[in-house]
């Protein structure tokens, strides 16, 4: 899939780059999407998520040149046609992200979570619950469930320094199809306000999303509320073209 060459693309050119100087330049499009074996589409939808990132810069006539990782005070979560975490995008920037667990519990899933998981009301999830930092800075808050009887070290993990969606898939061989995602907005209460500084009843950007394993069954609920001065989201559609 276009989806996933592309990925691998800007993953292996990322690694590349930071063994260049500030200042060097990447080989003609022509030269990598012959070294890459793949399109012109896919290799420049790589470079310019890393030009987006603040890796890369083009200079028109010129070529594509290493740059200094910008540090934005907005910190953006891109979704795109693949799933990954944001610990694992942000860290691909550069940036250190370190989660405080603020609750790590198991609990009876009832009936809405249980209808969004696909199982039953009566069946004991783990709730997983992180203060997110970028950089030391406060960034969100982040709520996730999971099955316990099938994740039941995900009730024990230290996940300070680790994503959730990484540990799934390093340790339970979890492939992750899909995430479905809804945005909106939440009046943050007066816990939230405390934990994010900002004033209880403030807008937050809320993502609510499902994870589902290949097959379509769901595996994995969160909620991420993201305080819009310091956050934003992405969202890239793109045809598959390979």
Request: charged share 25%; glycine share 8%.
């Amino acid at each position: 899939m276009a989806g996933h060459k592309y990925a691998r693309v800007r993953d292996h050119l990322l690694r590349r780059i930071r063994d260049l100087p500030v200042g060097g330049q990447l080989p003609a499009e022509s030269v990598l999407c012959a070294e890459y074996e793949v399109s012109r589409i896919t290799l420049r939808r790589a470079v310019d998520e890393l030009v987006q990132d603040g890796h890369l810069v083009r200079e028109h006539g010129r070529g594509t040149f290493v740059t200094h990782p910008r540090y934005h005070l907005k910190h953006r979560e891109r979704f795109v046609n693949e799933v990954t975490g944001f610990y694992t995008q942000l860290a691909r920037q550069g940036h250190t992200v370190t989660s405080e667990v603020l609750t790590q519990e198991s609990t009876r899933a009832g009936t809405r979570l249980a209808a969004l998981l696909d199982i039953s009301p009566a069946t004991p999830v783990v709730r997983l619950e992180r203060l997110r930092r970028v950089n030391g800075v406060v960034h969100h808050l982040a709520e996730s469930y999971v099955e316990e009887e099938r994740f039941p070290d995900v009730l024990t993990t230290d996940f300070t320094a680790i994503s959730l969606y990484a540990y799934l898939r390093a340790h339970h061989d979890l492939l992750l199809a899909r995430n479905e995602i809804v945005v909106g907005l939440h009046l943050c209460d007066g816990r939230e306000a405390g934990l994010l500084d900002v004033t209880e009843g403030a807008a937050l950007l809320l993502a609510t999303s499902r994870v589902f394993e290949p097959g379509g069954k769901p595996v994995i609920h969160g909620t991420s509320k993201f305080v819009p001065e310091t956050a934003e989201l992405s969202f890239d559609i793109v045809a598959d073209v390979e």
